[in-house]
């Protein structure tokens, strides 16, 4: 294994095998863009959805495709979309955290990972 090599576990395989310290990934190991995507989401969460809860939860149409629309300009619909297709080709890492801090969203989590796994991903 080489210095920038990092074994990758299986599974829960974390949970009964030995692991060294620096192989365990923490917040703290966090490129500055995946910082940023983090910041971005949770921002969006907080300016765009936390103030219109109510109205998403009263199933207002047209609301939920606004709010899609709006993070979609930001670009993180197109996170794991190559660049090649007009996507951002972020890494896993960041589809994480963009579902950590979309979490927060209720249902409108449920639209975007649709959007995302249902819809652009096969299409791609």
Known sequence: MTDTAVKQQ???AFLIEAIEPQD???PEDLSEELLSVSKLVEDFVTNEI?????????????????????LGETGIIGME????????????TATML???????????????????????LPIV
């Open 98 to 120: 963009v579902s950590e801090k979309l979490s927060a969203a209720g249902g409108f989590a449920t639209t975007f990972g649709a959007h995302q796994s249902i819809g652009s």
């Open 50 to 70: 936390e103030p219109n809860v109510d109205r998403l939860e009263k199933l207002e149409p047209g609301l939920n495709e606004e709010l899609l629309r709006k």
């Open 24 to 26: 365990i990934f923490i």
């Open 10 to 12: 299986r599974g829960g």
């Open 81 to 92: 979309i190559s660049e090649e297709f007009g996507g951002a080709d972020l890494p896993k």
